[in-house]
């Protein structure tokens, strides 16, 4: 069991089979403005074909960016592939997913760029089970011009995430 040291730690216990059970975790939604601000990161910079893989969700699932835009201004969204581990039990975490969630130990992702050496790049993304069976898919190709892309600097990034918003000054005490 973890310990957030912004909050109180996770609880567990014992359940009547001797099971350790977890009574409270940490997901997203205890980091509500964290999430906001690396949004509002990606949204400043002007990032496009962003794709976010994450292993631990104990899941395969796939987002094709309709739920995944956390940022102020909106519509910045980008296609999401979780994998799970492949040998931990699985269950939904998060959500909602636009190609829907597949809990399930023996899973995998899988992402796959194809560029076609003129102006097209074509990306894959599939959770499979530990058969190579595909349990979700998702692919989606972006047009890529002469002009050289935005770049969003990992160090720039870095700085706006830990760096929140300045808070207005405190009006002054009445005496």
Known sequence: MGCDPRGPPDVGGWDAELRQVRLRQHDWGDYADERRRIADAIADAATRNLVMLSGDAHMAAIDD???????????RGFPVLHATALDRPGRVKGGPYSHGAFPGAGQFGVLSVDDDGENHITVDLAGRDWTGRTLVAHSFTVRVSAESPVRLDA?????SISSPPASPAPAPADR
């Open 65 to 75: 960016g309709t739920n995944s835009d956390y940022s102020t201004p909106g519509g």
């Open 155 to 159: 160090d720039e990034l870095s700085r």
